[in-house]
Each structure stands twice: as structure tokens, then as C-alpha cells.
């Protein structure tokens, strides 16, 4: 009975760590998703930059994870080159491991003050504040998950079996990576598995030699949910987990036989005993770092080798059967993927937009006319397909859906019009005017740019998920999409009265793109409405204020 306590309370410990981690990434994403984006894509100039980057948004980001599948993304959209984009990977592992030395550096006793400043923040009406704190309530559950491992471990110190159990382990190195490999991938985080073994090790039981293999296998295991995430990705984003995959392996394949002698050489250096863990996982990442980022071309090639481009069509229907409409969950399914088809291209007409208008160059727009086509065609072939799902006869909840996917697709093909037509030329005009926007004013575009992005993909996992969390935060994203233009028109015009040349030179163009940007999050937020409306959250003019 005693035994079994114990495992609950390690379990539940792990589980409030974890739950914390995901706060703290949901946090960041909220305040400064934008900009750890934009930081992220622009910061991969130089080998050293791109190590920095994916240091960087790690360290926010609480997770190697999310850092991978946001970079490979980019590779998707040639917005970071393959090569640099294995070298951010590096970066993150090492933010991965100085994140567990910070947490285990001590300051257990400061979560009841980071808890309470959390929801002090988190109770404010700006989204930058609450973003925050929702990061600091999710750093105090975890530096409340430390104390609690200790508490479940402490019982752990005088148990023969364990001690055994141990001792097995320690005469059988492969099992041993194989079991914290496991660990780790099971949680999604390297982090927690090193955690874990952090507080496994205060116990005394764990050999020098077995902690490194143990950290060993916290980094192999790490590296596996990206890599499963992406299985569906295109070649360009499995070449980069891949890859990252393929290194974590190589280091641990070298690094296994020489546990031992790194376990003696630790212990000779003026190392805590208790931070053992933290410091073997810091000293591995970065070694593999230093090793591994000469050879991110040749790796680069060979992931190119191994993952072959897939042939595709690049027009028409990709999900559409016919024969699914005797189905009618199957064929809305596959629907749903199309419509979701047309909302990645949606984002990638965005990203020309942004692409030209930051590197004042013409020639990411001229994919644009392309794309709105495509989006054209396939919301067309989307709305025939349901129609004849319509009239093969559906239930009232099918119908529903059938409904919300046809509005959907009109929406994005909306959008693509205004981008083709609107951006697109505001932004041709500007360079072959050879225009300037004031600094101040094309930040401000630029910003507005990336958070319409940022939009457009939480409505396409509101589409798929229909969450009413997610749902009920893009409606207020309403709001501040007004706020905000409203705001840089405001700041525009007083650039005017003060004289700025700038400004002057690109008065309509700055309104008209602040005006179609605004239109575009309209018709992003329009996939809030149905589901908002279903759950009776949505009144007939604005957002139901919840009680508190």
C-alpha cells in the first residue's frame, strides 16, 4: 500500500510538472507568439544566429518540441534555410537542458509569490499581460511539482527494492536508455524525464554511470514527439525532425560506452552531487552542439536524400471522393481536410505579402495571382461537393456542419480576393515607387502582418477542434485587431501633422493595407461564430462577458 502512495504521488508530481510546462508555453505563445515568430524566421542569417534563436524561443517556449515543428514550418515556407534550420534545433536542446538547471537551481520557495503575481497578471484585460501571467502561474505549478517530486521520492531512499532495482539497471546501460527514452517520450519532454531522474538521484540509489545513461536516454526520447508529429508533414518538415533525431541518436551511440568514464570524470570536478542530472544533460547538449554544427550541411543533404519530395498535384481537390458521399462523417471529413488545404494556402499568400514587404522586393508577390486561383477552384469544388451531400439527404448535425464548412470556405476565398487585390498591389506600389514607410509605421504593418498569421492559424485548429476556449480567445482577438488599428491610424496621422516626409509619401497606401488587414481578421474570426453560438456564448451584437 505504502509503495503504491508513493507512485501516485510521483505521478501526480510529473502530471502537475508537465501541466505547468503547458502553461507556461500557452502563456508565451499568448503575449509574445508574434514576435517570437518573426524572431525566429528573420534570426536564422549566420550559424550563430540561428543557435541564439532556437536558444531563445526554447527558453520562452518551455519546449524543444514546439521550437522544432515551428522551425520546420518555416522550411516549409523557404523562410529558413534546411541547414540553419538544424542548427536552431541545437539551440533548442540546449535551451531544453539550461531551463532543467534553472528549475532544479533552488527556488522551490519562491512558487507561492510566482503564483500569486501570475494571477494578479492573468486577471488583466490585455492580452500581453495575460499571456504573462499565465506563464508565471505555469513556472510557479512547476516549481511546486519540484517540491512535491522531493516529498515522493524521500521514501524511496530506504527501499531495498528500489536499490535493486537499480542495481539492475546499472549492469544493463541499454535498458536503461531504452527505459528513460520512454520516459521522455511518453511525457513529450525531455525536461520532465530529467526532472524525474534529478529527483530519482537525491535519493542516493542511482550510480554516476546510470545518471548519464539515464540523461542519455531523456534526450534520445525527447527528440521522438517531433519526429511523430510530423509523420503527415511534407518531406521539408520530416527532414528536420529527422535530422534532429538522427543527431540525438549519433550522441548517445557515442557517448553510451563512455558513461562510466564520464560518471568518473564528474565526480572529480567541483560539481553538486544533487544537480548531477542538470549538469550531465547541459554538458551532453552542448558538446553535441559544438560537434554536430559543422557537419548541419551534410546533414541537411543526406535528410534530402533519405526523405524524398512526394509528387503531387498543384490544382485541384486533393480530399474530395465521390465515392465518400454515401458516408456522410467520412465525406464532411474529407472536406474539412480540403477547406483546411485552402487555409494553408491562405497563409502562404500572407507570407508573400510579408516576405516583399520586408524585403522591399516584388518578387514574392508574383506567386500570389497562383494562389488565389487555386483558392478559387478548390472552395468552388468544396461547396458542389457538399451540395450534392446535401441532396443525398443529412441529419440536422451534418447539415450543421456542411453549413459551417461552406462559410468557411467563403470566407478564405474572401480573403484571398482582398489579399490579391488589396495587399498585393498595395505592396507592388510601394516598391515599384521605390516608397519608404517611417520606421515606426512599418513595424507597425509588419506586426499587424504577423498576428493576422498567428489568427489564421488558431481558427484553422478551431475549424478541426471546434474548442470553445479557442473560439471565445479569437473573438476578443476582435477587439484587438480593432484596438490596434484604430491605434496605428491614430499614430499615422500624428506622423502626418509632425511633418514626417515618410509618412506623407505613403499616407494611403499605410490606411488601405491597415483597412484590408482589418478586413481579413473579420472574415478569420467569422469561424468563432457557429461554435459560440451553439454553446450560447454569442449574442446578437457581441461576446457574452462570463461572470468574473
Given at each position: 500500500m505504502a509503495s503504491t502512495v508513493v507512485m501516485i504521488n510521483l505521478f501526480g508530481a510529473v502530471a502537475l510538472l508537465l501541466f505547468g510546462l503547458r502553461q507556461v508555453k500557452d502563456g508565451v505563445t499568448l503575449a509574445f507568439g508574434a514576435k517570437l515568430r518573426s524572431g525566429l524566421a528573420k534570426g536564422t542569417q549566420s550559424a550563430s544566429r540561428s543557435f541564439l534563436s532556437g536558444f531563445i524561443a526554447t527558453i520562452a517556449l518551455q519546449s524543444?518540441?514546439?521550437?522544432?515543428?515551428?522551425?520546420?514550418?518555416?522550411?516549409?515556407?523557404?523562410?529558413?534555410?534546411?541547414?540553419?534550420?538544424?542548427?536552431?534545433?541545437?539551440?533548442?536542446?540546449?535551451?531544453?537542458?539550461?531551463?532543467?538547471?534553472?528549475?532544479?537551481?533552488?527556488?522551490?520557495?519562491?512558487?507561492?509569490?510566482?503564483?500569486?503575481?501570475?494571477?494578479?497578471?492573468?486577471?488583466?484585460?490585455?492580452?500581453?499581460?495575460?499571456?504573462?501571467?499565465?506563464?508565471?502561474?505555469?513556472?510557479?505549478?512547476?516549481?511546486?511539482?519540484?517540491?512535491?517530486?522531493?516529498?515522493?521520492?524521500?521514501?524511496?531512499?530506504?527501499?531495498?527494492?528500489?536499490?535493486?532495482?537499480?542495481?539492475?539497471?546499472?549492469?544493463?546501460?541499454?535498458?536503461?536508455?531504452?527505459?528513460?527514452?520512454?520516459?521522455?517520450?511518453?511525457?513529450?519532454?525531455?525536461?520532465?524525464?530529467?526532472?524525474?531522474?534529478?529527483?530519482?538521484?537525491?535519493?542516493?540509489?542511482?550510480?554516476?554511470?546510470?545518471?548519464?545513461?539515464?540523461?542519455?536516454?531523456?534526450?534520445?526520447?525527447?527528440?521522438?514527439?517531433?519526429?511523430?508529429?510530423?509523420?503527415?508533414?511534407p518531406a521539408a518538415v520530416r527532414r528536420i525532425t529527422l535530422g534532429n533525431l538522427l543527431v540525438r541518436a549519433i550522441g548517445c551511440v557515442i557517448a553510451l560506452p563512455l558513461a562510466g568514464f564520464a560518471g568518473e570524470l564528474?565526480?572529480?570536478?567541483?560539481?553538486?552531487?544533487?544537480?548531477?542530472?542538470?549538469?550531465?544533460?547541459?554538458?551532453?547538449?552542448?558538446?553535441?552542439?559544438?560537434?554536430?554544427?559543422?557537419?548541419?550541411?551534410?546533414?541537411?543533404?543526406?535528410?534530402?536524400?533519405?526523405?524524398?519530395?512526394?509528387?503531387?498535384?498543384?490544382?485541384?481537390?486533393?480530399?474530395?471522393?465521390?465515392?465518400?458521399?454515401?458516408?456522410?462523417?467520412?465525406?464532411?471529413?474529407?472536406?474539412?481536410?480540403?477547406?483546411?488545404?485552402?487555409?494553408?494556402?491562405?497563409?502562404?499568400?500572407?507570407?508573400?505579402?510579408?516576405?516583399?514587404?520586408?524585403?522591399?522586393?516584388?518578387?514574392?508577390?508574383?506567386?500570389?495571382?497562383?494562389?488565389?486561383?487555386?483558392?478559387?477552384?478548390?472552395?468552388?469544388?468544396?461547396?458542389?461537393?457538399?451540395?450534392?451531400?446535401?441532396?443525398?439527404?443529412?441529419?440536422?448535425?451534418?447539415?450543421?456542419?456542411?453549413?459551417?464548412?461552406?462559410?468557411?470556405?467563403?470566407?478564405?476565398?474572401?480573403?484571398?480576393?482582398?489579399?490579391?487585390?488589396?495587399?498585393?498591389?498595395?505592396?507592388?506600389?510601394?516598391?515599384?515607387?521605390?516608397?519608404?514607410?517611417?520606421?515606426?509605421?512599418?513595424?507597425?504593418?509588419?506586426?499587424?502582418?504577423?498576428?493576422?498569421?498567428?489568427?489564421?492559424?488558431?481558427?484553422?485548429?478551431?475549424?478541426?477542434?471546434?474548442?470553445?476556449?479557442?473560439?471565445?480567445?479569437?473573438?476578443?482577438?476582435?477587439?484587438?485587431?480593432?484596438?490596434?488599428?484604430?491605434?496605428?491610424?491614430?499614430?499615422?496621422?500624428?506622423?502626418?501633422?509632425?511633418?514626417?516626409?515618410?509618412?506623407?509619401?505613403?499616407?494611403?497606401?499605410?490606411?488601405?493595407?491597415?483597412?484590408?488587414?482589418?478586413?481579413?481578421?473579420?472574415?478569420?474570426?467569422?469561424?468563432?461564430?457557429?461554435?459560440?453560438?451553439?454553446?450560447?456564448?454569442?449574442?446578437?451584437?457581441?461576446?457574452?462577458?462570463?461572470?468574473?
Amino acid at each position: 500500500m505504502a509503495s503504491t502512495v508513493v507512485m501516485i504521488n510521483l505521478f501526480g508530481a510529473v502530471a502537475l510538472l508537465l501541466f505547468g510546462l503547458r502553461q507556461v508555453k500557452d502563456g508565451v505563445t499568448l503575449a509574445f507568439g508574434a514576435k517570437l515568430r518573426s524572431g525566429l524566421a528573420k534570426g536564422t542569417q549566420s550559424a550563430s544566429r540561428s543557435f541564439l534563436s532556437g536558444f531563445i524561443a526554447t527558453i520562452a517556449l518551455q519546449s524543444s518540441t514546439a521550437t522544432a515543428l515551428l522551425t520546420a514550418s518555416f522550411v516549409e515556407k523557404r523562410m529558413v534555410e534546411s541547414r540553419m534550420a538544424q542548427i536552431v534545433l541545437l539551440g533548442a536542446n540546449v535551451g531544453t537542458a539550461v531551463t532543467a538547471w534553472i528549475v532544479s537551481a533552488g527556488v522551490e520557495w519562491l512558487a507561492p509569490l510566482v503564483l500569486f503575481l501570475g494571477m494578479i497578471l492573468y486577471r488583466s484585460q490585455a492580452m500581453a499581460r495575460r499571456g504573462g501571467g499565465l506563464a508565471l502561474v505555469g513556472i510557479g505549478l512547476m516549481l511546486t511539482s519540484l517540491h512535491l517530486l522531493g516529498a515522493a521520492t524521500e521514501p524511496m531512499r530506504e527501499s531495498p527494492a528500489l536499490a535493486a532495482f537499480f542495481g539492475l539497471l546499472a549492469n544493463a546501460w541499454p535498458v536503461a536508455l531504452a527505459l528513460s527514452a520512454g520516459v521522455a517520450f511518453v511525457s513529450s519532454s525531455s525536461l520532465a524525464a530529467v526532472v524525474l531522474i534529478l529527483s530519482l538521484a537525491s535519493t542516493g540509489a542511482l550510480p554516476l554511470s546510470l545518471i548519464i545513461v539515464l540523461v542519455l536516454g531523456a534526450n534520445l526520447g525527447g527528440a521522438i514527439p517531433p519526429v511523430i508529429a510530423s509523420l503527415a508533414a511534407p518531406a521539408a518538415v520530416r527532414r528536420i525532425t529527422l535530422g534532429n533525431l538522427l543527431v540525438r541518436a549519433i550522441g548517445c551511440v557515442i557517448a553510451l560506452p563512455l558513461a562510466g568514464f564520464a560518471g568518473e570524470l564528474m565526480a572529480m570536478l567541483p560539481l553538486s552531487p544533487e544537480k548531477l542530472p542538470v549538469d550531465a544533460h547541459l554538458g551532453f547538449n552542448i558538446l553535441l552542439a559544438i560537434l554536430a554544427a559543422p557537419f548541419s550541411r551534410a546533414l541537411s543533404n543526406l535528410m534530402a536524400r533519405l526523405v524524398r519530395e512526394e509528387a503531387r498535384a498543384e490544382s485541384g481537390p486533393r480530399f474530395l471522393d465521390e465515392r465518400e458521399l454515401a458516408t456522410p462523417v467520412v465525406a464532411l471529413a474529407s472536406a474539412t481536410r480540403e477547406v483546411l488545404a485552402v487555409g494553408d494556402l491562405i497563409e502562404r499568400m500572407l507570407m508573400c505579402i510579408a516576405d516583399a514587404l520586408e524585403r522591399n522586393d516584388t518578387g514574392p508577390l508574383a506567386e500570389v495571382p497562383a494562389l488565389e486561383k487555386r483558392v478559387d477552384l478548390l472552395q468552388q469544388e468544396v461547396k458542389i461537393y457538399l451540395s450534392k451531400l446535401k441532396s443525398e439527404g443529412l441529419d440536422e448535425e451534418h447539415g450543421r456542419r456542411s453549413i459551417v464548412i461552406i462559410d468557411y470556405a467563403i470566407n478564405l476565398e474572401h480573403i484571398g480576393d482582398i489579399i490579391e487585390k488589396g495587399l498585393r498591389e498595395q505592396v507592388a506600389k510601394k516598391i515599384d515607387n521605390q516608397l519608404r514607410f517611417s520606421e515606426a509605421g512599418h513595424a507597425e504593418l509588419r506586426d499587424f502582418l504577423a498576428m493576422t498569421i498567428d489568427n489564421l492559424r488558431i481558427a484553422q485548429t478551431i475549424f478541426v477542434t471546434r474548442d470553445f476556449g479557442l473560439a471565445r480567445q479569437l473573438m476578443q482577438l476582435k477587439v484587438e485587431v480593432r484596438r490596434i488599428e484604430k491605434e496605428s491610424s491614430e499614430r499615422h496621422l500624428d506622423r502626418l501633422r509632425s511633418g514626417s516626409a515618410e509618412s506623407l509619401q505613403t499616407s494611403s497606401l499605410h490606411l488601405d493595407m491597415l483597412r484590408d488587414l482589418k478586413r481579413v481578421n473579420a472574415h478569420i474570426v467569422s469561424v468563432a461564430h457557429p461554435i459560440l453560438e451553439e454553446g450560447g456564448l454569442l449574442g446578437e451584437t457581441r461576446l457574452i462577458q462570463s461572470a468574473g
